[in-house]
């Protein structure tokens, strides 16, 4: 809530003016002088009373802000706006499902004995993204297959492999460094490239909502209605290739995989999403039975690859949970 908080375009365009107005009122008042004893002093008019209208702006600004905060603080809001980013993350990254027979594209998997060199992350923390564009455009420069090892989302420690580089060269500390650069990490997950994090807010609101000490089910089912939201796109799209190929094909030469990763697989976001708020939903009356209403409606518009797992998931809520804790 505090990241989209200061992401605001209300929040950024407030302080903005705020101090737009402080720094030129202050450069406005080293201009206003007058000799003493003496009448000819100078008051720049103009700029005073662009000093003013700005101020009256400042006001203006502050009670949108105001009503931004209250609006913000409703925890329904709050909710909504979770799940319409990671809706339209999801939708920039999962094509719709097609339908038709898709030729398979290239792919690729090691030989045994060949030659690789892996490279280890620098830093401590969660992957936030990668830049495919850059490993894809060094893979192909120097005729080699990067595999990246982890998937976004996940937590590395300093000195811990995230890729591997298959060639036969060796990797120069320029060469490293650029790799690394390649791969955004920090200390908190972002939607940058990680649907998988704005379920999880999603799924936390839940599960806190359903805890003893809050006992919130109102919000809770909030949150599953904003997963269903997410999850009935997500069970229509295909998952994304593993293989990036160049696009140097030719007559005689067909495209070449330079990049195998991870991408986050939909049967796991949905059966994870959905068991978890299940699991502790034990005691409720309102969770389960929403939850129930979210699987058959998967069901129904999911396409046929998901049915196991979406049966899986059906089983799974028919079952009355026990109560935790």
């Known amino acids: 809530m505090l990241d989209g908080f200061l992401r605001s375009r209300i929040v950024q365009g407030t302080l903005a003016i705020f101090l737009a107005t402080f720094v030129f ?26 000093a003013f209208a700005m101020v009256l702006g400042c006001l203006g600004f502050f009670l ?18 979770i799940g319409g980013e990671t809706l339209s993350l999801a939708k920039k990254i999962y094509s ?22 892996p490279v280890a992350s620098t830093e401590t923390g969660s992957i936030v993204w990668f830049n495919y564009q850059r490993v894809l455009d060094w893979a192909a420069d120097n005729d080699a297959v990067v ?32 790799l690394i650069d390649a791969v955004g990490v920090r200390m908190e997950r972002t939607m940058t490239q990680d649907v998988g994090f704005g379920l999880r807010q999603l799924v936390d609101i839940a599960d806190r909502a359903l805890s003893p000490g809050t006992n919130d089910p109102t919000t809770a089912v909030q949150a599953v209605h904003e997963l269903h939201r997410v999850l009935r796109y997500l069970v229509t799209c295909s998952d994304p290739s593993p293989y990036i190929a160049d696009d140097d094909a ?6 070449s995989v330079r990049v195998v990763h991870r991408p986050q697989e939909i049967a796991t976001l949905v059966e994870e999403s959905i068991a978890e708020v299940h699991h502790y939903s034990g005691g409720s009356a309102q969770v389960p039975e929403a939850l129930r209403a979210v699987v058959d409606d998967l069901l129904v518009a999911g396409v046929e690859k998901y049915r196991p797992t979406l049966e899986r998931c059906r089983e799974l809520v028919a079952v009355e949970p026990e109560p935790v804790g």
Do not use: C
């Open 250 to 255: 030719t007559v005689d030469r067909e495209s």
């Open 64 to 81: 949108v802000f105001i009503r931004h905060i209250m609006s913000s603080m409703k925890v329904a809001n709050a909710v909504s706006a």
């Open 25 to 50: 009122s202050l450069t406005v008042t080293r201009y206003v002088w007058n000799d003493r004893g003496q009448d000819d002093g100078f008051v720049p008019r103009v700029s005073v009373t662009l």
């Open 96 to 117: 719709p499902y097609s339908g038709e027979r898709q030729t398979p594209g290239p792919t690729w998997s090691p030989d045994p004995g060949d030659a690789r060199e």
């Open 147 to 178: 595999t990246i090892d982890r998937s976004v989302g996940e937590y590395v420690v300093a000195g811990q492999d995230i890729l591997r580089v298959w060639w036969d060269g060796e990797l120069s500390e320029e060469d490293r460094s650029l």
